[in-house]
């Protein structure tokens, strides 16, 4: 199985650093998984501008085909001025409409204030069910005031984090079965 992390912008690092902590959970449980982050402030992605995904180049297409290849996703946002930063929708905007269709993804929210707790439920998953994802129902909102150092200090947190962790994997691991289950009963 195949899981990528990304961290929906290029500032700060209370969004990588809390999407990681997801993905090291799933590594520890299960460390013949295949599992990446993709930090968006570690490339410099192209504007969208409808042209299909397999047509751009460079880190462009390096992080377009990593997460088409992907069976799942830990999809980590900070919330800038009440909404998803533009980094995070213009990669959304580069892949196809059904980039994401039947693969599982788990949200993970990082804000200032308790006042963006329904940006993942107003934004991001309305954009996320049209390119057709499975979307784990309870995603993780985390608040500035939970970290101190660039740790999670907050245990609720981090046992939320490592639940939406094997969520995913449950949820990717049935869909994969139901998948198979269709696909002999196509040919039978």
Do not use: C, W
Request: glycine share 6%.
């Amino acid at each position: 199985m195949k899981i990528i992390g990304i961290s929906g912008s290029i500032v700060g690092s209370k969004t990588r650093i809390a999407v990681q902590q997801t993905l090291n959970n799933i590594i520890e449980k299960h460390p013949d998984f295949e599992v990446e982050l993709i930090d968006l402030g570690d490339y410099k992605l192209e504007f969208s501008d409808g042209r299909s995904y397999m047509d751009y180049t460079g880190d462009t297409k390096v992080v377009l085909e990593k997460i088409m290849e992907a069976d799942a996703y830990i999809i980590g946002t900070p919330v800038f001025q009440a909404s998803i930063p533009g980094t995070l929708k213009n990669l959304f905007d580069l892949l196809p409409v059904n980039g994401f269709k039947d693969k599982v993804i788990g949200i993970v929210v990082t804000a200032g204030s308790s006042k963006h707790y329904l940006v993942a439920e107003q934004q991001l998953k309305p954009i996320l069910s049209y390119m057709r994802a499975v979307v784990v129902p309870k995603y993780v909102f985390i608040e500035e005031k939970q970290y101190d150092r660039k740790i999670i200090v907050d245990d609720d947190i981090i046992f939320r984090l490592n639940r939406l962790a094997n969520e995913l994997v449950n949820t990717t691991d049935a869909m994969q079965q139901v998948k198979k289950a269709e696909e002999e009963a196509f040919f039978f």
